[in-house]
């Protein structure tokens, strides 16, 4: 419904919601009883503080491009019917569109570009901390990247292939490798006749910011096909993030972990890490452990380090590092009393956090440049001293335990067991426990026999609009009652590990029977004396890339293009513009990408078009946008169906 802004702020607080409205995780919902009784305001307080929301903002009908706005126009018709400027409604929302895609693909390449600058120095010998943890994918993706290998000493193949990343920054002649290398010949020429093949993924997300300038594009279908192609490379910017994370710190292999605040220790020195970049929680591992002694003369049992969000993620598929919480609950980690510091790169932090650590005697610890927070604690992280600065904040954190020992914490006693640790190469490799001479047999006869119905990723953030994570649940379990394969990133994977999606004892409650069945069958030959998990936890944003290396396989073995295949996205309660750009390659790729809340494309007719019908004859992606969990299943599990008929399955 559209709401006409308010001028001046209502007195009265709007109606508090029941705390079972806010979150389905039951931990979450004990802190926020507790956030209630010690007076401390959360992100839900916030959200119901911000009511009534801009109608004109809600439907992107609101521009602040030009300093002779802000500039509204009416979503029924009416005066106004354009800006100042004279734009109309589809060029003022495929304007807004176009750069929310921008900065997505601007973080996600940001976080690959650090790991690039990190290999690079590494390599050099500049960053002594560091190391090549995975030759064979070095070698792998150089190989793909056209770097030669035989012979060479893998600093020497490091460095090029460090430098190939940092060369995909810059406009260039030839395409960006890891856009053009990483999906099918179909996809490379569907996408190269639309344009929307990147030239450089900093040159796309300048070019939007160029176009999008007061008095520059005013074609809405030109504008959406250059945000088309920053998608794309957006997608390079993860698969890049994922390459190189994977070559510096070790491809994930299954590995069994906890997920939860119970993974909080009373007696131990709790440091949560969180953001998105590998590069600094890795050092945060490595020195914890060297670091036990000084937590134990400080009379702690040692330190605990746990995750949110996707650093979370991280640490999870390589360390089996248990996951605290994830997006919109981070705040109630600190009100255990428990986290003694929380130390950030950057990414989906919350400023928040520093007023709930200072009413809960913890703190936060910032450590990137780009990503200060006032009234933070701030460790300057550097590649060249990265063991050093990592001590630092396990040294500050260990200080705060010595405050608080001996104090009452409220640690809920509430966690899930997570199998984790699936990439494209463990798949590969335990289907080749079923078929060793063709591994990817196994998972293709399952799909056209129907035992396999189809696949879906869930990917994306919590958004305070939704009872956390009640998307996600309800969709994934109608979906693998469906026997459709579920696979997960990001804090959708958080929402679904919390729930025990993740847990193979919960496979036959979860899963219908065929499903059942393949995954026990893989679950036995690879020794495991059971099934897979319900749900394949592939890591954290960045590494939608996996699914996108996964459905690429399955695309060449078959010999088609993805579009043709059962696969199906799903963002149920996206928040970041990171779910926007993930969005659009993944619709750009050939997928139906359905996202669960409201976007803000809904004022202009035209772009709402494009994006949900039209685009589907150029790409064979499109966009699903349904905020029913309901009717958002049956609209998913349509699309898979209608691809299963299209390949005669």
């Not at 060297?290 to 996707?310: F, S």
Request: net charge neutral; with cysteine; glycine share 10%.
């Amino acid at each position: 419904m559209f709401i006409k802004p308010v001028k001046k702020k209502e007195t009265s607080m709007p109606e508090d919601k029941t705390i079972e409205s806010k979150s389905l995780d039951p931990a979450v919902r004990q802190m926020i009883r507790k956030a209630g009784e010690k007076g401390i305001t959360t992100v839900w307080d916030r959200y119901e503080a911000m009511q009534p929301q801009c109608g004109y903002g809600d439907t992107g009908l609101c521009c602040r491009h030009c300093l002779q706005g802000p500039c509204r126009i009416n979503p029924f018709g009416d005066e106004p019917k354009t800006g100042i400027c004279g734009a109309t409604a589809d060029v003022m929302v495929a304007r807004g569109l176009d750069r929310a895609i921008a900065a997505g693909t601007a973080a996600h390449s940001g976080h690959a570009k650090h790991l690039a600058h990190t290999m690079m120095k590494m390599a050099s010998g500049k960053a002594p901390a560091y190391s090549i943890k995975d030759s064979v994918k070095l070698k792998s993706v150089a190989g793909r990247l056209g770097i030669a290998i035989a012979g060479r000493k893998d600093m020497d193949i490091a460095k090029d292939v460090a430098a190939a990343a940092l060369a995909d920054f810059h406009e260039k002649e030839t395409p960006v490798l890891w856009a053009a290398t990483v999906v099918t010949e179909g996809r490379v020429k569907a996408l190269s006749r639309l344009g929307a093949v990147p030239k450089g993924i900093d040159h796309e997300v300048s070019e939007i910011m160029h176009r999008t300038l007061y008095g520059v594009d005013a074609d809405p279908v030109n504008l959406l096909l250059a945000g088309l192609r920053c998608g794309v490379a957006d997608l390079a910017g993860c698969y890049m993030g994922t390459d190189l994370a994977d070559i510096l710190f070790g491809t994930p292999v299954p590995v069994v972990s906890r997920a939860n605040m119970g993974t909080l220790k009373k007696d131990m020195v709790n440091i949560a890490v969180h953001g998105h970049n590998p590069v600094l929680s890795e050092m945060i591992v490595a020195m914890a452990d060297e670091m036990k002694k000084e937590a134990r003369d400080a009379g702690a049992k040692g330190v605990n380090i746990v995750g949110i969000c996707c650093t979370g993620n991280e640490l999870m598929e390589r360390h089996a590092i248990p996951s605290c919480t994830h997006s919109v609950s981070q705040e109630m980690a600190l009100l255990t009393g428990a986290v003694d510091a929380i130390v950030v790169d950057y990414q989906c932090i919350m400023p928040s956090l520093v007023t709930v650590a200072e009413c809960m005697g913890s703190k936060v610890i910032t450590t990137m440049d780009i990503c200060k927070i006032s009234g933070a604690e701030h460790v300057q992280f550097a590649e060249e001293t990265a063991a050093e600065n990592a001590k630092e904040a396990i040294r500050s954190a260990i200080d705060t335990f010595k405050k608080r020992k001996g104090h009452p914490v409220d640690i809920p006693d509430i966690e899930s067991t997570v199998v984790a640790g699936f990439s494209a190469e463990s798949i590969v490799a335990a289907l080749a426990k079923v078929d060793a001479k063709d591994p990817l047999k196994p998972l293709v006869d399952n799909i056209k026999n129907g035992n396999i119905r189809g696949i879906c990723l869930f990917a994306g953030c919590n958004n305070v609009k939704v009872a956390q994570d009640r998307n996600f649940v309800e969709i994934a379990r109608r979906m693998l009652k469906e026997n459709v394969l579920v696979v997960a990133t990001g804090c959708g994977a958080g929402a679904l590990m919390r729930h025990g999606f993740m847990d193979p004892a919960n496979v036959g409650e979860l899963c219908g029977n065929t499903l059942k069945a393949v995954l026990t069958a893989i679950g036995e030959a690879n020794g495991l004396g059971g099934p897979l998990p319900p749900v394949i936890h592939l890591g954290s944003c960045v590494d939608n890339s996996r699914a996108v290396a996964i459905v690429v396989a399955v695309a060449n073995y078959l010999g088609v293009d993805i579009d043709k295949l059962p696969v199906v996205a799903s963002a149920a309660e996206a928040v970041s513009e990171k779910a926007v750009s993930i969005g659009v390659y993944a619709v750009a790729a050939g997928l139906p990408t359905h996202v669960g809340v409201m976007v803000p494309v809904l004022g202009s007719p035209t772009v709402t078009q494009v994006l949900t019908e039209k685009i589907k004859d150029l790409t064979g992606g499109y966009f699903i946008v349904d905020l029913d969990p309901a009717s958002s299943a049956d609209k998913l599990l349509a699309a898979i169906d209608e691809r299963r008929k299209g390949l005669g399955i």
